[in-house]
């Protein structure tokens, strides 16, 4: 499992050429990693992870396999997109189904680019996106509510349950406030999820600015910052046409370039790892001569809840957990050091999986 995030914008912010950088960089990737692109508008990326290599190394494995992500440029945004503008209910059904949303918001000056409004201004175009969605929200959960409410009346647990989560929603939207700020406990969650709201979705601000802007940023991506902070969302500077031009180069010469902009690495991988903490994601790992393997899963997950994500039959006849933590695994030459050493764990169904864990299910048939 990794996660799906759905790039949105105004036109020419620089959604698309963000987009391309991404689908280009994987097809670079692909001399080492499977890559395919799902739909025109899907691209499935490698996850940046450099541990893989040195695991792959002492296990001697035969292929290298990372997680996975989609990123999917979702295209169809304008003015009134709620009210099935441009390709507005094409662009609401796509974008129901993502985990993430970043918004793509143009923070840099160019006269030959033309802005859809005539000006720059990365947080109005935040806002015109974001009032976009709060009004298909909107307009989803009025409809709803009256057959909600006639069901509640009667013996249906679930509307009763429903119905005061859909009208906390709708207190916060007419009130100008997002689906997201909706607190909601515990046990309420799957319910809330179930609404399938727009702007209940994790936001990821992306700040798309000019190449001599990429290393420290400028007045528009700090603006950016300021308002995710007040969001409680996460936010990442950005050039997507830096990002474009990597991807067109070898391994030698990205490091080369990067280094003459003053940048230690791809903005793409800040990107993914950002979009990973704003969803609470950690990886773990399974290592031997056939493969080393990445797995995406949720911070806490517990042991068999990690087996289920190679297969739910892992899950279900859980056993136990062969657990290694990396730096075990690295400073002790791999499994048998680890065992020799002690550092090698039997854990059960209560163990919670820590991030860099190098398992090894146990599990019955």
């Given at each position: 499992m990794g996660f799906q995030c759905g790039i949105v914008g105004l036109p020419n912010v620089g959604k698309s050429t963000l987009f391309n950088a991404l689908t280009k960089t994987a097809a670079a990737?692909?001399?080492?990693?499977?890559?395919?692109?799902?739909?025109?508008?899907?691209?499935?990326?490698?996850?940046?992870?450099?541990?893989?290599?040195?695991?792959?190394?002492?296990?001697?494995?035969?292929?290298?396999?990372?997680?996975?992500?989609?990123?999917?440029?979702?295209a169809g945004l304008v003015k009134g997109a709620s009210k099935g503008e441009g390709l507005g209910n094409q662009f609401l059904a796509t974008?129901?189904?993502?985990?993430?949303?970043?918004?793509v918001l143009r923070c840099f000056d160019d006269d030959d680019v033309t802005h859809v409004d005539g000006r720059i201004d990365p947080i109005a175009d935040f806002e015109v996106v974001e009032t976009e969605l709060m009004l298909a929200d909107l307009e989803s959960l009025e409809k709803r509510r009256a057959n909600l409410e006639k069901k509640a009346r009667g013996p249906d647990k679930e509307a009763k349950a429903l119905l005061p989560l859909?009208?906390?929603?709708?207190?916060?939207?007419?009130?100008?406030?997002?689906?997201?700020?909706?607190k909601v406990t515990d046990d309420e969650k799957k319910a809330f999820d179930g609404l399938q709201l727009l702007t209940?979705?994790?936001?990821?601000?992306?700040?798309?600015?000019?190449e001599?802007?990429?290393?420290?940023?400028?007045?528009?991506?700090?603006?950016?910052?300021?308002?995710?902070?007040?969001?409680?969302?996460?936010?990442?500077?950005?050039?997507?046409?830096?990002?474009?031009?990597?991807?067109q180069l070898s391994d030698d010469e990205q490091a080369e370039y990067l280094g003459s902009l003053g940048l230690e690495e791809p903005g793409l991988n800040r990107l993914i790892r950002t979009g990973y903490d704003l969803l609470g994601l950690q990886t773990y790992f399974t290592a031997g001569p056939k493969e080393t393997r990445a797995w995406t899963i949720r911070r806490g997950a517990t042991a068999p809840q990690a087996a289920g994500v190679i297969h739910?039959?892992?899950?279900?006849?859980?056993?136990?957990?062969?657990?290694?933590?990396?730096?075990d695994y690295v400073s002790l030459g791999g499994e048998q050091g680890a065992k020799?050493?002690?550092k090698m764990r039997l854990e059960g169904k209560d163990y919670v999986v820590q991030d860099g864990d190098v398992m090894h299910f146990r599990f019955s048939n």
């Open positions: 990737q692909a001399a080492n990693y499977p890559f395919c692109t799902i739909e025109p508008n899907i691209g499935d990326v490698a996850v940046p992870e450099p541990r893989m290599k040195k695991l792959a190394e002492i296990a001697k494995s035969a292929e290298i396999l990372p997680a996975r992500m989609q990123f999917v440029d979702i974008i129901r189904e993502v985990d993430a949303v970043a918004y859909v009208d906390r929603a709708l207190e916060a939207l007419r009130d100008g406030r997002p689906a997201r700020t909706v209940s979705k994790p936001v990821l601000f992306v700040a798309n600015v000019d001599n802007s990429a290393a420290d940023g400028n007045d528009y991506s700090r603006s950016v910052e300021a308002r995710a902070k007040e969001e409680g969302a996460a936010a990442v500077a950005i050039s997507a046409k830096i990002e474009s031009e990597l991807a739910t039959d892992f899950e279900k006849g859980f056993i136990r957990a062969e657990t290694i933590a990396y730096d020799e050493a002690g």
